[in-house]
C-alpha cells in the first residue's frame, strides 16, 4: 500500500516490545493505535487498545508473551482509524478488475459493540453509506492501484481480493467520508460472502466467472447483481467465541422436512433464506447421526428480499428455528 499510494493507517512494525513501547508513547506516534499480529492468525489477530498502556501490554503479549505464537513474532502498531467498516468482494484476472456491492461487517461479538473481535457476527448487503461516488472512489484508489501495482511488481493477482475498508471523515468543514484500507484478504471473507453472492442474477454463473478470471478474460458482465436486491446474514456462535468454543453440542434445526439443513421452503420454512454451514460436524450419537458444533462460528442464516428491514426479518425469523447449548446470536445486525 505505502509503494502504490493506496490509502490506509500510517504504521510501524516491531520485533522488540522495547521498541514498540518507546514509539507507543512517543509523540509521532497516533493518539489511538491498533495492536496486530502480523502473521496468520485465524482473523482474530487484532487487539483495539483504550489507552497507550493497553497498547504496550497488547505487545507484550505478543512479542514477550507468545500470545498467537509465530504469528505475533513480528506485530504491526497503527493509527486507529475510526468509522463505519466496509468490505468489497473484487474478483481480479490479473489486469481486470470487478468489484461486488459493499457489504457491512458487524465484529464485536456483543450487542451494541461490545466483546471481543470475532471473524464477524453478521453482514448486511449492500452497504448505503457505499454510494455510486464511494464505489468509484473505491474502484480508483484501492482496487485499482493493487491489482496494477501487482501486475507491475511481476505478482499478478488472480482470484478474489478482499478490501476491508474504513469510512473515515475527511479533514476540512465537508466532514466527507473517504475510503481507507484497514486489510486485504486473497479470498472470499465469511461472513460477507454469505450475503454478496445471493445478490447475483440467476442469469450469471459464478464459475464462469471464476473461469474468465483464470484466463484473463474477465468483464463486468460476468458478476451482475438483481436490482432492489438485499441480503443480510445472522451467525450463529458456540459458547466461549472467539477465545474458546465448545464444540460438540447437538444442534436441531425445526420446521418442515429440514432434517440436517435447509428444507426447499426456506430454513425453518421462511422463504427466501440460506443456510450456510461453517463450524459443524455430523456425528454418531448412539443409533442415529446428530449435527453438532465442531468451531467457533457454527453456521449463518441469510435472508434475500428487496428492503433491508425485510432482509433482515427473514435471516432472524430462519436463525430461530435453530437451537443448540449456549447459542450466541447478535440481535442488532443492520
Partial sequence: MARHDIPTARYRSFTSS?????WI???DAPERVVVKASGLAGGKGVIIPRNQDEAVEAVRSMLDGGQFKD???TVVVEEMLEGPEASILAFSDGTNVVALPAAQDHKRAHEFDQGLNTGGMGVYCPSPL???DMNREIMETVLEPAVRGMAREGKPFVGVLFAGLMLCKA??????LVPKVLEFNVRMGDPETQAVLPLLREDCDLLEAMLACTEGRLRPEHLLTKEGAHAAAVVAVAPGYPSKPRAGDVIKV???GLGYGVGSKGVGGVHGTLMFHAGTAVEQRGFAMSLVTDGGRVLAVTGVASSLSAALTKA???MEAVIFP???VRRDIG
Fill in 18 to 22: 522495547a521498541e514498540a513501547e518507546k
Fill in 25 to 27: 508513547r512517543s509523540a
Fill in 71 to 73: 504469528a505475533g513474532s
Fill in 130 to 132: 457505499v454510494t455510486p
Fill in 171 to 176: 479533514t476540512g468543514p465537508a466532514g466527507r
Fill in 254 to 256: 425445526y420446521g418442515p
Fill in 316 to 318: 432472524y425469523n430462519g
Fill in 326 to 328: 449456549g447459542m450466541g
